[in-house]
């Protein structure tokens, strides 16, 4: 069947001098992606020839082509090469992939690694930068909490080199776990997010190389014969003498240890002083910063997150306080946060909750902070977790709006309990 498709490529394609001679094309493209890396014949350059003309065919192959299939095709010639990174630079939306306890059960593997494994053969951008939080109930197993340091350093390596491996080499991984996530189900930005406070849950967001934004990880371990941070450090992850500065995400791990809490204040306060939008909170553990190229200490403590910087990039942030404590206030806080008019479009939403709100604050009522979030945002996916602390404040950063200047918060007025952060981050216009 193959062969005889080679043999006569213009017939098998119907004959490209009609317009509405197209029958088979992602078929085609399907096996052409799988064959043409392995040999080049005479006959292959006449197909690419046929292929290469017609401009029909190219358009309606690239809606087709995944960010796999691309890499694949990258590699055939100089031509194919060209054509699949004109189709990877139109992909250039965040994309995630997410699991929760509709997808739990299995005990010889985390929900988020399956979904990961079946999902991204399915995904139409290259990721750069992943970002992903699991829960720690399932995440880390039952010895590692209590305490059997080796098995609790084995499993936690295992799991997160399972979800690594799926990802291209050259992205690069960040992984926390958290007492409870806060996910939006795949498949649409509209669906109702969802507040697991408990049970099986997780998601990876799926960064690609976007135009005019840089995406930095940044980790700082806790050294107690050092615990100076030096200014190239952060110069070199973006977070000092970086103008084009956004966003900073920022999540202290293991931060029940003595000695953590002051140490993500420190790290915190060197360039908490600038105008930009910082979120986060505390976390149970690191679970993954690229962990096959950095092997980690499960028993460290530090600091990890993501800076974002670039002119396209607008982002604002809401505190809800202990005042906040029903449907009324909670709608209230996000109509300060929608008062920001950050496009919606292209706009990721973020949520950091003490792990003391949930169900059990709102009065047996659920999922209320995150319902209140996309009543207002009706097309921004919502993620985060439920935590051990949160770190962020009112701050609104656009081009034309401040609601806060971020110099005029004190550093005391970031780390907080019993609250949540609600942050927005836009990553430009896709047009």
Known sequence: M??????????????????????????????????????YSGVFRRLHDVMLQQIEFRSRSSCLLLSQKSEVCKI???????????????????????????????????????????????????????????????????????????ARKRTTMETAFALEKLFPKQCEVLGIVTPGIVVTPMGSCSNRPQEIEIGESGFALLFPQIEGVKIQPFHFIKDPKNLTLERHQLTEVGLLDNPELRVVLVFGYNCCKAGASNYLQRVVSTFSDMNVILAGGQVDNLASLT???????????????????????????????????????????????KAANIPEQNTIGFMFACVGRGFQYYRAKGNVEADAFRKF??????????????????????????????????DDDLFHSYTTIMALIHLGSTK
């Not at 054509?83 to 699991?99: E, K, M, N, P, Y």
């Not at 990890?304 to 910087?309: I, Q, W």
């Not at 505190?319 to 946060?337: F, G, H, S």
Request: proline fraction near 4%; charge should be neutral; include cysteine.
């Open 2 to 39: 193959i062969w005889g498709i080679l043999e006569t490529p213009k017939t098998f394609l119907g004959g490209f001098e009609g317009q509405n001679y197209f029958p088979n094309t992602k078929t085609l493209f399907a096996i052409l992606t799988l064959i043409l890396p392995q040999v």
């Open 76 to 150: 055939v010639c100089r031509l194919w090469g060209e054509c699949a990174r004109r189709v990877l630079r139109t992909h250039r939306r965040v994309t995630w992939i997410s699991a929760g306890s509709a997808a739990a059960g299995r005990l010889e593997q985390h929900c988020l690694v399956r979904a990961a494994a079946e999902e991204l053969e399915n995904v139409h951008i290259l990721p750069r930068t992943v970002l992903y939080m699991a829960d720690s109930e399932t995440f880390i197993s039952l010895e590692e909490c209590r305490g059997h340091k080796r």
């Open 291 to 337: 962990s096959e190229k950095n092997p980690l200490d499960i028993d460290a403590t530090g600091v990890v997150g993501l800076s974002f910087s670039g002119h396209r990039i607008q982002s604002a942030t809401v505190l809800l306080n202990e005042d906040v404590n029903d449907e009324k206030t909670a709608e209230a806080a996000m109509q300060r946060l």
């Open 377 to 410: 945002f009706p097309s921004v996916p919502l993620f985060g977790f439920f935590g051990n602390g949160e770190i962020g404040c009112d701050r609104i950063v656009t081009g034309n709006f401040i609601l806060k200047k971020c110099n005029e918060v004190k």
